[in-house]
């Protein structure tokens, strides 16, 4: 409850009984100078006073009789800690509130975060973790504004990450603001429906659409400014636990592209984007559009699969590699055949001889095209169509085979091989896997020399 008292606006509470008591002990509070951090500025009656307006530290309150007695706590700043907690009055509290460890930290350089590198050692997991979209094992719950939330790693991988399938039923104009993220990496990725954001440094506003996806660098300022009915999307972000924080002085282009019957094209997304040489805590922003990237080649085929890498990879510096795997048709939906693939195997755990790793691990792939232990953990999410997941189960040559539709996701640990099976003509996952400090930095330089490479390509085919 908030009550206006001239130019002020204070949070009114009630006391009862211990109204003398709370004004005592908040008039008692020093700062690190030794002065008051609250003073009296308003009182009345005289005679006997049923209310009092006090006043400082950035906040401005009114204490009454009235009861019965409201729980109080205080987080201030350059608060000196109370020297005996027995004497604050019952209900009451007092914190020092810490600096955000952010706020004098330049733009360039990455937010001073737990490295992930340790919460991943700490608690990756070490099976398999598939999340099903429906049945008996989908599990959804109501998140703010009525989204619609799935889990993918309940784990949260000790915090290292979180991992969220959202939907969004209704659709239009969205009461967002300018805000931004304290995080080491977010992912975002249209799964179905269209969604219009509006990043800083990138231009105008432009649209996400089934396949498109976009990285949030750290303390990038952005907006959502409308989507379509039924939006989907996979959201992942790093630590799990992060501030977002409002900044309402930054102003966006919100002119918007989007109109009723969501005309904006591929061309005016293209043509909108700008180069990405901006550092937002020493990454660049990607906007990675699903039919472009579909026109480049592929970088790999792997049983029937053909692998997409985006330039993730790079913009982070090897923290993250997001890949794209799209079944590999051969005229009208044909697809290669997987050679070895167990016919009609269920999920479970089941013998698959001869798909032990080789001893180099040089051919043992964790359903990305990566070495299977160059990563901490990776995640792959079906966007379309159905394959089977194959994984060697820990320390036994045994095979766990999961069939995943359209929504499902596995999350596989380090050290499990892996490969898809009996694709659909259809199918297509995307990726993302957190590398291991080693192989983030091997892999950093090899994208980062293939980007060079296609860069001066693209500048030859210009010229």
């Known amino acids: 409850m908030a009550e ?15 109204f003398d008591e709370r004004l005592a002990w908040l008039c ?7 002065s008051p951090l609250l003073r009296v500025e308003e009182i ?16 401005s309150m009114i204490l009454t009789r009235d009861g019965p007695a409201a729980p109080l706590v205080l987080r201030l700043p350059s608060l000196v800690p109370h020297p005996d907690t027995a004497e604050m009055p019952i209900g009451c509290r007092a914190q020092p509130m810490a600096l955000d460890p952010c706020d004098f930290v330049d733009r360039a350089l990455p937010p001073p975060l737990a490295p992930l590198e340790s919460l991943f050692d700490a608690a990756a997991p070490s099976e398999v973790i598939i999340s099903r979209a429906s049945g008996e094992g989908a599990q959804w719950g109501v998140g703010r504004a009525g989204m619609l939330y799935r889990d993918l790693v309940p784990s949260r991988a000790g915090g290292a990450l979180i991992a969220s399938h959202i939907r969004i039923p209704g659709g239009g104009p969205v009461p967002d603001y300018v805000h931004f993220h304290r995080v080491q990496f977010q992912l975002i990725v249209c799964l179905a429906g269209w969604v219009e954001v509006v990043y800083e440094g990138q231009g105008q506003p432009f649209v996400l659409r089934r396949g498109d996806f976009v990285t949030q660098p750290p303390m990038i300022r952005h907006r959502v400014l409308s989507s379509s009915e039924g939006l989907e999307v996979l959201e992942i972000g790093a630590p799990a636990t992060h501030a977002t924080l409002a900044d309402h002085e930054h102003l966006l282009p919100i002119t918007s592209l989007t109109a009723a019957d969501d005309g904006a094209t591929l061309a005016d997304a293209t043509a909108n984007r700008l180069p990405n040489t901006t550092l937002f805590g020493g990454q660049r922003f990607v906007h990675s559009i699903y039919e472009e990237a579909m026109r480049a080649p592929a970088a790999r085929v792997e049983d029937g699969i053909a692998w997409r890498e985006s330039s993730v990879l790079a913009a982070t510096e090897g923290l ?17 055949s997987n050679e070895g693939a167990a016919e009609g195997a269920q999920d479970g755990a089941v013998e698959l001889e001869g798909f032990a790793p080789p001893p180099d691990g040089s051919l043992a792939r964790g359903g990305t095209g990566l070495a299977h232990d160059a990563a901490h953990l990776t995640i792959a999410f079906v966007t379309r169509g159905s394959a089977t997941l194959a994984c060697i189960e820990r320390d036994s040559n045994e095979m766990r085979l999961d069939h995943l539709e359209r929504a499902d996701c596995a999350t596989l640990p380090a050290g499990r091989p892996a490969r898809w099976l009996k694709p659909t003509a259809d199918f297509e996952v995307i990726t993302v896997a957190f590398l291991k400090s080693e192989a983030a930095r091997e892999a950093a330089a090899r994208a980062a020399a293939l980007e060079e490479v296609m ?9």
């Open 4 to 18: 206006s008292s001239g130019s002020f606006a204070s949070v009114v509470v009630a006391c009862g009984d211990s």
């Open 28 to 34: 008692s509070l020093q700062g690190v100078d030794g």
């Open 44 to 59: 009345g009656p005289a005679d006997a006073p049923s209310y009092v307006r006090i006043a400082g530290a950035g906040t």
């Open 320 to 336: 993250v590699h997001v890949a794209h795997g799209a079944a590999l048709s051969m005229g009208e939906g044909a697809v290669l």
């Open 455 to 463: 860069q001066m390509d693209l500048y030859e085919q210009q010229s």
